[in-house]
C-alpha cells in the first residue's frame, strides 16, 4: 500500500512539472525568452530586427559611441557632400573668427548626430562679415542672421556649456536655443566660411 502512494506521488508530481514547463513559449527558438511571471516573451534586437534599442531587451546593442556603425542600430555612417564640412566650435576668440573641431558622427538612439571632444585637434576659421548664417529653431527648421547676431550666439551657447556667470554671458533667448555647437559650414575661395548653418538635436 505504502508503495503504491509513492508511486501516485511521483506521477503527481511529474504531471505538476510537467505543466510548469509547458507554460514556457510555444516556439522554443524563441530568443531571450524564459518561462516565468517576471520574464519578457520579447526577443533580443538581433532577433527581432528591431531598430530601436528602446523596443529590445537588455540584449539589444550598445550604442556606438566610435561612430563607426558598428554595434549601433544606425547602420552606416552618413558622408557629407564635397564641399561640405560638419564642425564643433571650441573657442571663438571674436566676432571674425573662431576655432573648431571636425564634427563626427556617432549613432545614439535618436539615430546618428555629430560631436566632437574638447581635446579633438582644432583649427582656426575666418568669419567674414559676408557669412551667410542660419540658426535652429527646431527640428528641420532654421533662420537667417546676420554675422553679429551669429557671433554672439555662438559666444553665449560656448559661455553656457562650461557653464559661465549669466552676468557675464546672458542666457540665449527662444526662439533660438543651444543643440551642441556643432555647425554645417562651407568656405569660399579663400578658405573663410561661405555659409555656417547651426545644427539642431535633441
Not at 85 to 96: A, H, N, P, Y
Not at 127 to 154: F, M, N, R, T, W
Request: glycine fraction near 12%.
Amino acid at each position: 500500500m505504502t508503495s503504491t502512494r509513492r508511486v501516485l506521488s511521483a506521477i503527481a508530481l511529474l504531471a505538476a512539472l510537467g505543466g510548469v514547463a509547458a507554460c514556457g513559449p510555444e516556439d522554443p527558438s524563441a530568443a531571450g525568452a524564459t518561462g516565468g511571471s517576471g520574464s519578457s516573451a520579447a526577443p533580443s534586437a538581433t532577433a527581432s530586427g528591431t531598430t530601436d534599442p528602446g523596443e529590445a531587451g537588455g540584449d539589444a546593442p550598445a550604442d556606438d559611441v566610435d561612430g563607426d556603425g558598428k554595434g549601433g542600430d544606425c547602420g552606416k555612417p552618413p558622408v557629407l557632400p564635397a564641399g561640405i564640412k560638419k564642425l564643433k566650435v571650441q573657442l571663438m576668440r571674436d566676432s571674425g573668427g573662431f576655432e573648431a573641431a571636425e564634427a563626427k558622427p556617432h549613432c545614439t538612439p535618436n539615430d546618428w548626430i555629430y560631436g566632437a571632444e574638447q581635446d579633438d585637434p582644432s583649427k582656426h576659421y575666418v568669419l567674414p562679415k559676408d557669412v551667410k548664417a542660419y540658426l535652429a529653431l527646431g527640428p528641420g527648421q532654421s533662420k537667417q542672421v546676420d554675422h553679429e547676431q551669429l557671433a554672439l550666439h555662438i559666444d553665449r551657447c560656448l559661455a553656457q556649456e562650461i557653464g559661465a556667470p549669466t552676468e557675464d554671458y546672458p542666457k540665449v533667448e527662444a526662439p533660438y536655443g543651444c543643440y551642441g555647437n556643432v555647425y554645417e559650414v562651407t568656405l569660399n575661395a579663400k578658405g573663410e566660411v561661405a555659409t555656417m548653418k547651426e545644427i539642431w538635436s535633441v
